[in-house]
């Protein structure tokens, strides 16, 4: 069994709410080159299906009108967590995805007001190529949980950057 845990300060716990929200609505995964179909917002019982750009972010997006994405697998979420200073899921891998297992993505604020992402992951490769890889396998699992808090941590950023027009400005 591989065991991951991949924890990230994001900043002032008053990101919280976009990192929330960044959770919620895959954004998440999406900023790390996964997509996620159907994208609506997370729910506990949801089947997801993951697909992977493996190029993310050197290639372009789109080839001919088509996503370069490779197929994971499919997850259900079996557990949603919306606290005041916690919001996050866990997914469950379902037969035929790449890992069998599942990974908890979290954020948190702290005692010292910070904000803190949270990856876990408890997993066994689920393909036969993945288990001949053995460690290779587990570096991938955690370049995917930097990738995950990197890409969050660029959203948070992006949004702070851009505090809100005063009202009076954007009817001009």
């Not at 994001?10 to 709410?17: E, H, N, S, V, Y």
């Not at 372009?60 to 996503?67: I, K």
């Not at 037969?95 to 005692?111: C, I, K, Y």
């Amino acid at each position: 069994m591989n065991h991951l845990e991949h924890h990230r300060d994001l900043g002032p716990a008053d990101r919280f709410p976009t990192a929330r929200e960044a959770i919620f609505t895959w954004q998440l995964q999406e900023l790390a080159g996964v997509a996620v179909r159907p994208g609506r917002r997370v729910a506990e019982g949801q089947v997801v299906d993951l697909w992977l750009n493996p190029v993310w972010p050197a290639s372009p997006r789109r080839l001919r009108g088509r996503d370069l994405l490779v197929t994971v697998g499919s997850c259900i979420v079996s557990e949603v967590i919306d606290e005041a200073d916690r919001a996050g899921f866990t997914y469950r891998t379902l037969p035929g995805h790449l890992e069998n297992g599942e990974e908890t993505f979290l954020v948190s604020t702290d005692a010292e007001g910070r904000l803190i992402a949270s990856i876990t992951a408890d997993s066994v490769p689920g393909h036969p190529l993945l288990k001949a890889a053995g460690p290779i396998t587990t570096a991938a699992q955690m370049m995917m949980a930097k990738r995950y808090t990197s890409g969050l941590k660029k959203l948070l950023a992006r949004r702070s950057d851009f505090p809100h027009a005063p009202a009076a400005q954007l009817r001009r």
